[in-house]
């Protein structure tokens, strides 16, 4: 992926950025056009959803987590492009928009990447990452484009193991797509060893936009099973119950890792800032949109039955996604402030618990139950929430 610039210095030793000031970096937020560019990913993620409840198992899962990070790594792609770029020059804006079109189309291809629809999930993707490192490409300066030659053979490594994966059937196609996420992620490991710079308000702005999608899906998903039940006192509860939920998944990020992660970034030096972008953002960010995703893929079945006893695929997704969201903000906040929340390690063991053992209840209930943990966990973490608030995160601390 493209992992942002390399710092270059000045004769007099000053980094220099041929695309824009130290200063305007600092501030830099998203433009609307990446807002525009992250409406495609709300469809995406709507399909993956479907994927999760088509089966209702393993395979079924194992297909949907496949798919949810082979779609939120291409975002991720781009995240990390626009950071870089802006989306001032002609070049970004193209590359941005034919993403877009080829983006919508992988995601018609979601739900069926595993069956008929394999090439018209991998040949869009193939095209969005060619569109992406065109954007890099042309949205630089000269002296970049030398070391992104270096970079540009391994950056098309995971998309062409997709692309031949859409060509072939299963179980060949799984394996090469699996190759292809390991390429991914151990290009960004790799990539992070360098020393790349990152603008702090504007990724971390993006990633929490990302979030607000998959916060989106849940919103619809309780929309959606509220529809298709009959309008009683118990579906209105239920309803209530998952808004709530969901409500508390956005407490988990918002009032937690999504300011300390900025203000991290912005106090780390520039080669510890790449890192932690990569570690915090752009790996375990995804754990927190799976747990987002997962948790509304319960709650939709959950709203529409809320008298019938619950099933154990939807208890176990509605318990591991909300642990899911809470372990991944405990790892990230470790990794920025070397502080464990460990109100929520608790809270995670109990949703693994009642996962496991609380059986035969009404499904309304055992959502009520679940959600009851995590906003117990919020509460109790206030009082050392406010005292972190105080003092600023030490990015010298983690190396």
């Not at 270059?8 to 433009?31: K, V």
């Not at 239920?238 to 969901?246: D, E, K, R």
């Amino acid at each position: 992926m493209a992992w942002g610039r390399r710092r270059t210095a000045t004769r007099n030793g000053a980094d220099h950025n041929p695309l824009m000031t130290t200063a305007s970096r600092h501030t830099m937020r998203a433009s609307t056009l990446e807002l525009f560019f992250d409406l495609v990913f709300v469809f995406g993620i709507t399909q993956v959803s479907t994927v999760f409840r088509s089966g209702r198992d393993l395979e079924s899962f194992g297909q949907g987590l496949m798919l949810l990070l082979m779609l939120a790594w291409t975002w991720v792609v781009f995240s990390w492009i626009t950071n870089f770029t802006g989306t001032d020059r002609p070049a970004v804006r193209f590359s941005l928009i034919a993403a877009m079109g080829a983006s919508l189309v992988m995601a018609t291809g979601v739900a069926g990447a595993f069956g008929d629809d394999g090439l018209w999930f991998a040949v869009p993707l193939f095209l969005v990452r060619v569109a992406a490192q065109a954007g890099y490409w042309f949205g630089t300066g000269a002296e970049l484009n030398a070391a992104l030659r270096t970079y540009l053979p391994l950056a098309f490594v995971a998309p062409a193991f997709v692309l031949a994966g859409g060509f072939v059937d299963d179980p060949v196609r799984t394996w090469l797509w699996l190759v292809a996420i390991a390429v991914d992620i151990g290009s960004a490991i790799t990539a992070g060893r360098g020393e790349w710079d990152v603008a702090p308000g504007h990724f971390a702005e993006r990633y929490g936009l990302f979030v607000i999608i998959a916060l989106g899906e849940s919103i619809v998903a309780i929309g959606i099973g509220a529809l298709s039940a009959q309008r009683t006192v118990a579906s209105m509860a239920a309803l209530v119950v998952g808004f709530i939920g969901t409500a508390a998944l956005w407490w988990s990020y918002f009032a937690h890792l999504a300011e300390k992660g900025e203000r991290y970034l912005q106090d780390a030096p520039p080669k510890e800032r790449g890192r932690f972008a990569r570690d915090a953002y752009s790996i375990l960010h995804f754990p927190i949109i799976l747990g987002i995703v997962l948790f509304s893929v319960a709650v939709e079945n959950v709203v529409a039955h809320p008298l019938d006893v619950i099933p154990g695929f939807e208890r176990i997704a509605m318990a591991a996604g909300l642990a899911l969201v809470l372990l991944a903000v405990v790892a990230a906040t470790y990794r920025a402030v070397r502080q464990i929340p460990y109100e929520r390690i608790v809270a995670a063991g109990l949703l693994g618990f009642l996962a496991l053992v609380v059986t035969g209840v009404d499904a309304v209930w055992f959502m009520t139950a679940t959600v009851v943990v995590v906003i117990a966990a919020l509460v109790a973490e206030q009082p050392r929430t406010r005292r972190m608030a105080s003092g600023r995160p030490r990015a010298a601390d983690a190396a």
